[in-house]
């Protein structure tokens, strides 16, 4: 998936109105996965206070529901695409596309994601390496393109859903969690290499949330409730913050769950 | 334990209690959202039995409940789709509660056509039972606001609805209580507002004539609603407080409302609702308002949502829940009818906290099956008392009956066939416009099909 085939499509192009990035002005943002129940609530609060949107999922019809939402709360400007993400050779002309229609670009919002089903791919390894290419391998090929594109222009905020199950794998979804826990080691990485260079990278770990990915699970009526969520990721966006768990007492679960002694939390049922 | 997993202990959830407003009755259902207009009716696959659409599950008794079934819940299909403030139309999914249309609405100036006393129900919902509210003498009822919606049967047809296109299904589909289809999308027209603000007005009065005068003085009035005390005999017989107000027309802040943080914390012991707690109520609640006729500018919210600030009141009524009795008697027999009626109710002792009055306009309803008619309209909560609750509904339906009116089924869950018959005896015609994969209990019990499922 190489970007430099194509010069149309280098990160380089489409400077031609980045330096209006109004810092108090309508944001730019790209939300990619903008079906996925977190991401819709964030695009309302976007849409609310006039940001411009472009929005990228897999499915026309959702797409376009969630777009015509966005327009009549009032987004200045929403435009979208329907793309496969798990295609990654199909990235950099995406992005570039996107950018180009925002006339720049003030944040990406990375929110694709699939739950997968634990029990079959313990057993069949393509169900495994599906959630891990969906999950880990596909932000990784967007992060890299738009990391890229950003340092250049030393500006940019990447925020990234990632996950509390990716801090200590367990039985019940490890191949969900794994794939998380590797997202997150890539933007911490990340973060370390080019926050220096302008560009804040925020990774966002919501535990347990009420949404349509959710919705079968036991004890879901109990979840965290969306919007709530939502508002608190646009603001630490807002803010750049580094790394935000969602509700904020997960940073208190999951730092007791990851000091639990490896010879009792293999014996576990979790 | 934490994050998303779907595993064996975790798969879609079964069959549980699914309760109305009144809390009574409670069926076993299971429960599917409807995230997205496609999801039906793609999600009947392997659904066996009857489905339901089902809003925000305000409506009282049980024509928002389907016993053994299948509801399809639809309060995250809730997107808005277009906005055009030249003429206040409004394009949004059909699970999108009136109050968050008013979130959107208020600060650009513009408000519901035509509101119940609750914020918290679905647009949906309000067609499906074609709601009224207190502007119902110059607005009718919510489905004359309604221009458009698209309606989906079981076999995958989509259709547009609208006066000129599959007119039929639009006239069953509103007040049509869920069964003719899912509704995904529909239009309404928003009125322009320069305020949140109500110049309201609340004028003591004593016995219905009072009240038809006051009425009637009263006409060019926008909203119009009458508090009464059906505890009280003799002389205070039918006391009450006519509550009337309009938009105010001095430009004000149009901010939107603050989201309610109380929320009623228990269900009430029994013995808590009793003829002395119930009647000192009544008695401070005539009197909460201190003089005669009292003039002031009042928020929308206290105005029309007064118990929407108490999430979850209904737990008031305890465990057993409430049944509510809501009746429109035609204007031949309204004044007669409505004292005979309230005589029973204030004998009975069972009579309790809100009891609301008001008339219906002349302004046809759309629905082949809507509840007003130009008359009388009278509601009442009854807290449940074994033995006695039920025969006494069973008695005010068929003095309802008597005297020419009809009972409301959005409130109902007492009605029998032969009431129900009666009230609407287009009932027949409606039926051929029902979907065949849709039924709630409402409608098996009234037409006497229980159990035929």
Redesign the interface.
């Known amino acids: 998936m190489s970007a430099s085939a194509n010069p149309q499509l280098e990160p380089t192009l489409s400077t031609r109105r980045n330096t209006e990035s109004a810092a108090t002005g309508p944001k730019r943002i790209l939300v990619l996965g903008a079906t996925s129940g977190i991401a819709e609530a964030c695009i309302r609060l976007w849409a609310e206070r006039g940001d411009s949107l472009y929005l990228v999922a897999r499915n026309a019809d959702k797409l376009a529901a969630v777009a015509a939402d966005a327009r009549t709360r009032g987004a200045s400007y929403v435009n979208f695409a329907v793309a496969d993400l798990d295609k990654t050779e199909t990235h950099p002309e995406m992005l570039a596309h996107a950018i180009n229609s925002l006339a720049g670009l003030d944040i990406a919002y990375l929110a694709l994601g699939v739950l997968g089903e634990q029990p079959r791919a313990e057993r069949n390894f393509d169900e495994a390496a599906a959630i891990l290419h969906t999950n880990f391998v596909a932000p990784v090929s967007l992060l890299t393109w738009l990391a890229n594109y950003c340092t250049q222009r030393h500006s940019g905020t990447l925020a990234v859903l990632s996950s509390v199950a990716g801090d200590r794998g367990r039985k019940s979804n490890y191949i969900y969690g794994s794939s998380k826990a590797g997202l997150s080691a890539f933007l911490a990485g990340l973060r370390n290499r080019i926050d220096r260079e302008g560009v804040k990278v925020i990774t966002i770990k919501p535990g347990p949330v009420k949404t349509a990915m959710t919705q079968s699970m036991k004890g879901s009526e109990k979840f965290a409730d969306v919007e709530k969520v939502a508002t608190t990721i646009v603001k630490a966006i807002d803010k750049g913050q580094d790394e935000l768990y969602v509700p904020g007492i997960w940073r208190i679960i999951m730092g007791v769950i990851v000091h639990i002694p490896e010879s009792i939390f293999k014996k576990l049922n979790l | 334990?934490?994050?998303?997993?779907?595993?064996?202990?975790?798969?879609?959830?079964g069959p549980a209690p699914f309760e109305s407003w009144g809390r009574y009755p409670s069926y076993n259902a299971v429960v599917r959202?409807l995230?997205?207009?496609?999801d039906f009716p793609g999600v009947l696959e392997g659904i066996h039995g009857g489905v339901l659409a089902v809003g925000m599950g305000r409506s009282y008794g049980d024509v928002c409940l389907l016993k053994e079934g299948t509801l399809l819940q639809t309060t995250?299909m809730n997107?808005?789709?277009?906005?055009d403030p030249a003429t206040g139309l409004l394009t949004a999914?059909a699970g999108i509660t009136l109050a968050q249309i008013l979130d959107?609405a208020v600060p650009r100036g513009f408000f519901l056509p035509v509101t119940p006393g609750t914020k918290y129900v679905t647009l949906g919902g309000a067609i499906a039972n074609d709601i009224h509210g207190k502007n119902h003498e110059v607005a009718g009822s919510f489905g004359n606001h309604v221009p458009q919606f698209e309606l989906v049967r079981s076999n995958g047809t989509h259709m547009l609805c609208s006066p000129r296109e599959n007119p039929d299904y639009y006239a069953a589909t509103i007040g049509g209580m869920g069964l003719t289809g899912v509704i995904t999308w529909a239009q309404l027209i928003l009125k322009p507002i320069v305020s949140r603000k109500i110049d309201y007005e609340g004028i003591q009065f004593h016995g219905i004539d009072e009240f038809l005068d006051l009425k009637e003085r009263y006409k060019h009035i926008e909203y119009t609603v009458s508090w009464i005390d059906c505890v009280s005999r003799g002389k205070n017989f039918m006391r009450g407080i006519f509550m009337l107000g309009d938009h105010s027309k001095d430009p004000g802040e149009l901010k939107p409302s603050p989201k309610p943080k109380l929320v009623f914390p228990i269900e009430a012991p029994a013995f808590m609702l009793n003829r002395a707690t119930i009647s000192a109520f009544n008695t401070v609640f005539f009197h909460k308002q201190l003089k005669p006729h009292v003039k002031t500018l009042q928020d929308y919210e206290p105005f029309f949502y007064p118990l929407d600030a108490i999430l979850k009141w209904n737990r008031m009524y305890g465990k057993a829940g409430l049944l509510q009795f809501q009746y429109a008697l035609p204007w031949e027999t309204a004044k007669e009818g409505t004292i005979a009626i309230l005589r029973e109710i204030t004998n009975s002792g069972l009579a309790s906290f809100l009891a609301v009055l008001k008339t219906f306009g002349d302004v046809p309803s759309l629905g082949m099956m809507s509840f007003p008619m130009p008359g009388i309209m009278f509601a009442l909560d009854f807290p449940i008392k074994e033995n006695v609750s039920f025969p006494l509904m069973q008695r005010l339906g068929d003095m309802t009956r008597d005297f020419g009116g009809r009972l409301y089924s959005a409130k109902d869950a007492c009605m029998t066939p032969d009431q129900f018959k009666t009230f609407y005896p287009q009932w027949e015609r409606f039926a051929r416009y029902k979907d065949p994969a849709i039924t709630s209990s409402f409608w098996e019990r009234v037409t006497g099909q229980e159990g035929d499922r």
């Open positions: 334990m934490a994050h998303p997993t779907v595993t064996e202990e975790a798969t879609t959830s959202p995230h997205w207009q496609g995250s997107r808005l789709l277009a906005f999914e959107f």
